[in-house]
């Protein structure tokens, strides 16, 4: 279910990626596959997580997790996904339908044309 990246983080980083797994998906509604976070989307789990608005210094003061000014990468948050196998459907096709077709000689004058 996690990632590799996720396993190397120490436990109380882990309890925070967590916090954004689940107040960042569920509550929040933010997309659970991106890596790159701002600092508002982090401030929003804070808040709901511990009731005030700081962001770990290990996301903000790392220098390696800076994309942008206020954007870090947090690639531990993202799931692993387990590639599903395609099923494959059987599909059987019956003539159930007796029709009478009938074509016109303008249909026909138009197909030697």
Do not use: C, H
């Not at 789990?45 to 962001?55: E, G, H, K």
């Not at 210094?57 to 994309?67: M, P, Q, T």
């Not at 000014?69 to 948050?77: D, T």
């Amino acid at each position: 279910m996690n990632n590799e990246a996720f396993n190397n983080l120490t436990k109380s980083q882990q309890l925070y990626v967590e916090s954004i797994r689940t107040i960042g998906g569920t509550q929040l509604g933010y997309d659970m596959t991106k890596s790159n976070w701002t600092r508002k989307e982090l401030i929003a789990v804070s808040m709901i997580r511990q009731n005030n608005d700081d962001v770990p210094n290990w996301i903000v003061k790392d220098k390696s997790r800076r994309v942008a000014r206020g954007l870090y990468l947090i690639n531990e948050v993202p799931l692993e996904l387990v590639e599903e196998t395609p099923t494959t459907e059987t599909f059987t096709v019956t003539d159930d339908i007796n029709a009478d077709i009938t074509v016109s000689d303008d249909m026909v004058a138009q197909e030697i044309l």
